[in-house]
């Protein structure tokens, strides 16, 4: 599963974020989403999420539990 889907998304989730400073590189973060801060259903670049630790991203990945 991918991160454009709000529906997809919600607290407690494990995910791969991508940050502000590491959107040139790419460079995964992983975490538990605490808050969804994207208020529209779909988003094409991912859903910006808050995580528990308080970094700030947009969804890349789903992990399967």
Known sequence: MNGQSR?????GLSV???LKKD???G???EGIV???LTN???H??????RLEDGQV????EIIKE
């Not at 991203?57 to 890349?60: E, H």
């Open 16 to 18: 791969k974020i991508v």
């Open 57 to 60: 991203g947009r969804v890349q």
């Open 34 to 36: 605490k808050d969804i």
């Open 7 to 11: 529906a997809n998304i919600y607290p």
């Open 44 to 49: 094409p670049h991912g859903i910006k999420v």
């Open 40 to 42: 529209s259903s779909f």
């Open 27 to 29: 460079k995964l973060t």
């Open 23 to 25: 959107q040139r590189t």
